[in-house]
T-cell receptor, first 116, second 113 residues
Framework: AQSVTQLGSHVSVSEGALVLLRCNYS??????LFWYVQYPNQGLQLLLK??????LVKGINGFEAEFKKSETSFHLTKPSAHMSDAAEYFC??????????????FGKGMKLTVNP | NAGVTQTPKFQVLKTGQSMTLQCAQD?????MSWYRQDPGMGLRLIHY???????DQGEVPNGYNVSRSTTEDFPLRLLSAAPSQTSVYFC????????????FGQGTRLTVV
């Protein structure tokens, strides 16, 4: 079974500082990788995804992530944090289940705090 | 465009009571799923469905039932609520292709006392 590791549960940055959220996955086949964001008291929404092709993926709100097969990583970055980026971020991988259907497996999430 | 609609938003149950969490989507998505979110645990898959009449278990299915009689609806039933089922529940839908975006409802916050 595939798995997703997000080390730590909280990260705090100053407004204007670099945001780096780490994600490592385990997969024996080329994965589909996703980052979702959850704002307080809301559901999850897609930030960006990697399927095939270019390994640097750009998403909404200035976020981007780079797929590195050799490191089995898909880290999320944003050059300059904004107060509105405060949220919880989830990395996820698509996993082929028995019978050919597919499941989305999530990491444990990372809560981002942005300090003024 | 409503997307994925979950009801209710909040619910308090007594131990042993049963209830159904409702989920409806208007995007004609084949794939629907239920997750529970607990602090420090991320989202864990309870049950999922790849189409009407087809359901399967996820990571934490015990204590929950689902059915899928239509493409639009995917209710989650708690048969006999337990305090361990206190959680936030999310329904999600997407097309049945591995690289597509999942759309989430706003969640149901359930407390079992």
């Amino acid at each position: 079974a595939q798995s997703v590791t997000q080390l730590g549960s909280h990260v705090s940055v100053s407004e204007g500082a670099l945001v780096l959220l780490r994600c490592n996955y385990s997969s024996s086949v080329p994965p589909y990788l996703f980052w979702y964001v959850q704002y307080p008291n809301q559901g999850l929404q897609l930030l960006l995804k990697y399927t095939t092709g270019a390994t640097l993926v750009k998403g909404i709100n200035g976020f981007e992530a780079e797929f590195k097969k050799s490191e089995t990583s898909f880290h999320l970055t944003k050059p300059s944090a904004h107060m509105s980026d405060a949220a919880e971020y989830f990395c996820a991988v698509s996993e082929r289940a028995q019978g050919g259907s597919e499941k989305l497996v999530f990491g444990k999430g990372m809560k981002l705090t942005v300090n003024p | 465009n409503a997307g994925v609609t979950q009801t209710p938003k909040f619910q308090v149950l007594k131990t042993g009571q049963s209830m159904t969490l409702q989920c409806a989507q208007d995007m004609n998505h084949e794939y629907m799923s239920w997750y529970r979110q607990d602090p420090g645990m991320g989202l864990r898959l309870i049950h999922y469905s790849v189409g009407a009449g087809i359901t399967d278990q996820g990571e934490v299915p015990n204590g929950y039932n689902v059915s899928r009689s239509t493409t639009e609806d995917f209710p989650l039933r708690l048969l006999s609520a337990a305090p361990s089922q206190t959680s936030v529940y999310f329904c999600a839908s997407r097309r049945q292709i591995m690289n597509t975006e999942a759309f989430f409802g706003q969640g149901t916050r359930l407390t079992v006392v």
